[in-house]
Each structure stands twice: as C-alpha cells, then as structure tokens.
C-alpha cells in the first residue's frame, strides 16, 4: 500500500500501515521528547542550578528558591492552556503545535545560555525565570495538543493504545537524560560538573531542536480535525466562554489529571533529589530513574490496551484506590532503610501504578471533553492539574520531609492527589460523562 500523497500542509488520510503510524506518532510527540528532557534535567540538576542562579548561602533556601522557579513555570500552563489551545483548536493540530514547539526550543536554549550569578548578577535568575515561564506557557497546550492529535488519529477501540504513546515519548526523553546524567557523573569529578558540566545535557537539548522541528513541519492534520475544515471553527472568545461554561468538566478533568502529574513528578523528576535526601550516591539514582523511565514506557500501552479492551473506569478507579493504600507505606519502608535496590523496588512499584492510570487516563479525558473546544478543554484540566500538583510536587516533597523529619512523607502528598482522582473518577461516571461501556464497544 502507497503512502498518501497529501501534502504536509493539508489532511492526512489516515495512516494505514505500521510505518506510516510509527512515523505520525514519532512527528507529534517529538516536542513532548524535548520538553520532558528539560524538565528532568532542571530537577536533577536543581542543586548546582541553585548554586549557580540561587546563591543564598543556606543550600536548603538555594534549592527551595530553585524548584520554586521550577514550579512557577507551571502556573504559566493554564494561560496558555486558554491562548494556545484555543489556538490550535482553532487554526488546526499542525500549525498549533509547530507554535508551541518554537516557544519551548526558545525557553530551553534561554537556560541553557544564561550566565551565572557571580557573572551577571540578578539578571541571571530572572533569565532563567523567563525561560521556565515561557516552557510552561508552550507545554500548556503541547500535551493536550499532542493527545487530541493521537486520540483522533486512532482507530476505533484503539485511541488508548494511541494515545499512550504521548507519555510513551516523555519517557524516552527520561531514559536519554538519564543516560547523559549518568555518563557526565562517572566521567566528570563533582567540582566540574558544578561548574560547567551541568550545562551540556541542555546544550544536548538545544542541538537536537532543529530535528524536531523539521519533524514537526511534516506532520500532517488529522482526518478529524479536516472532516471539519468547511465548518464554522470557534474563535478565541468563544473558546474561553465554552471554558467557563463547562468549568465543572474542567475542574473535575484537573482532579482526573492529580494523580498521574503527581506521580510522575515523584518518581522521576524528584527522584534524584530524593535519593539525595536518601543519601544515596547520585549514580544510584540516575539508574533508578532510567529503569523507572523504562518500566513506565512499558506499562503506559498497556495500561491504554487494557482500558480499551474493558473500559477506562476499571483501570483508573483500581489504580488510584492502590495508590492511597500503599504510596505512604512504601516510601516508608524505602526510607527505614535507603538502599539501591528499595528505593529501584519502591519506584517501579509507583511506576507500574502510574503508567497504568496514565494509560488509561489520557484518552479518557481527550473523550469526555466537547469537540470545538477539545484541546483547550483537555489542555486547561491538565494545566491545572499540573500547576497545582504536579509542578510543585519536588518542592512540596522537599518542605513535607524538612517540616515533619519524615523522609517518607511525600507519600502523603501522592495519597492525597490519588484521593482526588478517585472521587473525579466516581463522579464522571455517575454523570455519565464518560460512557461506562468499553470504549472498543463504541462505534
């Protein structure tokens, strides 16, 4: 069977061969590669950052202060939710996210440029404020865009398998940082590294941009969004109204959205910093973060299969009921007694929790919200949700184990999130906003 011969700027038919949907999920979820990159280095990296861009002379304030611009960088995600989901809901899913790409690539080579402190003084650290405000500004609608763009290109009774592929590529990009990580820390002395050697897992980054984005300019518009072309698309005023309107689906969306951000943030993000607090070695960590990465990107289509197969509620309240049992017991357990080979347990435990929610979760959410409005519907809950939880989840952790002496309690914090997601999921179903029969059944 020929590929099509639709241009890159127009629709695509859909892609019927196993090359043609590996190359259209490669094309989309590029940019989902390069933002969770830099988001994995900022957090393992967050103490010679904050020595760097943050010298207070306490390295408890230093490294607050730094995953505090960390998590700032997140609540620029619901503003852009709104602007650049409703951008892409309106111009299309191609041109929508070529724009976010470009504004993550300019944020990530503003980190990766800056100065230091001891060289420019305070323009360092607002720099790389601007930087962190404009990732999160772009990755407001990359991941809703991303999703809607898998969701829609799947065929029927496969739109979870699809759509797994989104979070499928973050962890790609945590197996890669991780690998980099690993190298520079037995290659380099930590002198070094503090220094100077930090920085080129972000120079790694910014090479790797002009790839993306010629991957980018070849994708092509989904059928769905194309079937729509002649029909009269809501503008940015209407976007917003629909937003408020339906505010309870996004509210409820974002509670959806609680745990997986949560989780994610904990077990990869964070996990360094905690091995740290752990006192374990820094190459202990990367490795639990690299197998962690792989371990997600394993359970995250299954995950997406099994919801498939017997519906998204099964998957989604089993999980979150599994989390708030057992989060606080088994970060407990891996504090008793920090080793390598408990927190690697702890953590895939997490993982295979985490990936089989998210699995189940993103095409659930893409499902639910209304089609005009669908990538700034998914795009706000998940914003908000990501914002809320999931963006501060490091320094949240890092504040729960100095205030309560307890190196197991961010335990509590992903209970709690878990705690969320289970009453969000009760109350889609009870509304029927999410139908109850298996979505394969769906024609």
Known sequence: MQPSSTPSTGAANPPRTLWEIIRAIVRVTSGNFLEMFDFFLFG?????????FFPTGNAFTSLMSTFAVFGVGFLMRP?????????????????????????????????????????????????????????????????GGVSVYLAELAPPGKKGLYAAWQSGSQQISIM???????VINTGMDP?????WGWRIPFFVGCLIVPLIFMLRRKMEE???????AHQSRPSLGEVAAALLRDWPIMLAGMCLVAMTTTAFYLITVYAPAFGKALNLSITDSLMVALLVAISNFIWLPIGGVISDRYGRK?????????????????????????????????????????GLYNGALIPALAEVMPQKVRVAGFSIAYSLATAIFG????????????????RGAPGYWMSFAALCAVLATLWFYRKKAVSQAAPSARP
Do not use: N
């Open 79 to 143: 503003l852009g939710a709104v602007i650049l989901g409703g951008y892409i809901d309106k111009a299309g899913r191609r041109k929508g996210l070529i724009l976010t790409m470009s504004l993550m690539a300019l944020g990530t080579m503003l980190i990766a440029f800056v100065p230091g402190y001891a060289t420019i003084g305070l323009l360092a650290p607002i720099l790389v404020l601007i930087g962190r405000l404009l990732q999160g500004f772009s990755a407001g609608a990359e991941l």
């Open 191 to 195: 002198s070094t590294i503090a220094a």
């Open 222 to 228: 989904t059928p769905e969004f194309a079937a729509r």
């Open 176 to 182: 890669v940082a991780a690998l980099l990580g690993y």
């Open 314 to 354: 099964v998957v989604l309240i089993t999980t979150t009921v599994l989390t708030i049992v057992t989060a606080y017991p088994a970060l407990s357990y891996l504090a008793a007694a920090p080793s390598f080979e408990r927190m690697l347990g702890v953590l895939l435990w997490l993982s295979c929790l985490y």
């Open 44 to 52: 393992f990296y967050a103490r010679q950052i904050s020595h760097v």
């Open 391 to 406: 963006g501060f989840t490091p320094l949240i952790s890092t504040a729960l184990i100095h205030t309560t002496h307890d």
